[in-house]
């Protein structure tokens, strides 16, 4: 099966970038998504719902960005390829 290429990747095996839009989608959705799950507001009646739900398209959209990200880095011939298969210093 082959792998749409997304315009967000360069298609280069070492690209970065879906990976560190990722993690700030998570960094930034994550703690306020469980500030809000563990303690809601008294006043937050109308927005919390509404939040929660965005804040979870958040978490969502930045795990995609992750595992795409995960799979344009472990791609044959990067470092992490290289790591996880132990040939660190073979080309």
Known sequence: MKWPKWSIATG???DFLPIMI???FVFLSLPPFVLL??????NSGVIG???LVWLGAGIII???FVVFGLRVLSFPGTLLYRITRGRIFTR
């Open 22 to 24: 990722g993690c700030v």
């Open 12 to 14: 280069d095996a070492g």
């Open 62 to 64: 930045g795990m995609v």
């Open 49 to 51: 719902v509404p939040l």
């Open 37 to 42: 799950l563990v303690m809601p507001d008294r």
